[in-house]
């Protein structure tokens, strides 16, 4: 029965000492929450979300567009001879297929553009977390959604978010000098 109270006060007593004694070693960060919440990535999703509005716009505007042809073109079936007509729906036919390569073509690239906003925000945050690390006497950062359990206490995402907004702002300004990472 001792044994049972000394273990539970224990386990009760050793979160709180943990967090007051000893400095965490290991640290974690919602990689996510990071981007969605800071300026600078907050200002890369609405330039995104800006441009495949805009392709949007304008997949609209071509599909009228072929839809009035292809409207136009049924009319003149009547009009033309069968080869005539024959050789205008190939042209339309391999007008739409390039328009639709060129508007794929298009999508893809603000996949990829966008991935490499996302790249490019977490280089810069790269020295900010060291900072952070490095203050923290942490030899690690791990993304909190690979953490089963940890204590909040740990968790350097708000303090990352305040230190990227501070920084970098909305990323349209170059990033000051970086902090150098420290040595493993």
Request: proline share 6%.
């Amino acid at each position: 029965m001792r044994y049972r109270l000394a273990l539970c006060l224990c386990l009760t007593a050793a979160p709180v000492l943990a967090q007051q004694t000893i400095p965490p070693q290991i640290l974690t960060l919602d990689q996510d929450r990071l981007y969605t919440a800071s300026m600078y990535g907050q200002a890369l999703e609405a330039k995104s979300l800006a441009a495949t509005q805009n392709l949007a716009v304008e997949n609209r505007k071509i599909e009228a567009d072929l839809s009035a042809e292809e409207a136009a073109l049924t009319t003149q079936r009547q009009v033309v001879s069968a080869a005539d007509f024959a050789r205008l729906a190939t042209d339309f036919d391999a007008k739409v297929e390039k328009i639709r390569a060129e508007q794929e073509a298009k999508a893809s690239q603000l996949t990829k553009d966008r991935d490499a906003g996302r790249k490019q925000f977490f280089d810069a945050a790269v020295p900010l977390l060291a900072d952070l690390m490095q203050k923290g006497g942490a030899y690690a950062i791990l993304n909190r959604s690979s953490v089963v359990l940890s204590f909040d206490s740990i968790d350097v995402t708000d303090r990352a978010i305040a230190a990227l907004d501070t920084q970098l702002g909305d990323g349209s300004t170059p990033p000051a000098p970086p902090i150098p990472a420290p040595n493993p």
